[in-house]
Nanobody, 117 residues
Framework: VQLVESGGGLVQAGESLRLSCVLSGDIVSIRVISWYRQAPGKQRESVATIFSDGTPTYGDSMKGRSAISRSVDRSTVYLQMNNLKPEDSAAYFC????????????WGQGTQVTVSS
């Protein structure tokens, strides 16, 4: 399974971005897709997760300002981020957890989000 993120960029505070994570390969083997982010000098944190049945969950970092969704064929997972703040600046990664595994075996290369004040 391969994951490729896109959609990052430089925006001003208060603006929105939609990130995309395109999956290829044996995507039916994937049970969970999550978006994580990591800023320099900080720990990686979970932003949002979508399960195979479509159920979303959100981390505290962007709860209320983000929405995770996916395409009908499940090949793309989106992260809509609204009312962005400078502290949202980070590299954003998508990760996939296969059925039967309790770890994220597949990671994308990340896309950078920078929010100016």
């Amino acid at each position: 399974v391969q994951l490729v993120e896109s959609g990052g960029g430089l925006v001003q505070a208060g603006e929105s971005l939609r990130l995309s994570c395109v999956l290829s390969g044996d995507i039916v083997s994937i049970r969970v897709i999550s978006w994580y982010r990591q800023a320099p000098g900080k720990q990686r944190e979970s932003v949002a997760t979508i399960f195979s049945d479509g159920t979303p969950t959100y981390g505290d970092s962007m709860k209320g300002r983000s929405a995770i969704s996916r395409s009908v064929d499940r090949s793309t997972v989106y992260l809509q981020m609204n009312n962005l703040k400078p502290e949202d600046s980070a590299a954003y990664f998508c990760a996939a957890k296969p059925w039967g595994m309790n770890r994220y075996d597949y990671w994308g290369q990340g896309t950078q989000v920078t929010v100016s004040s």
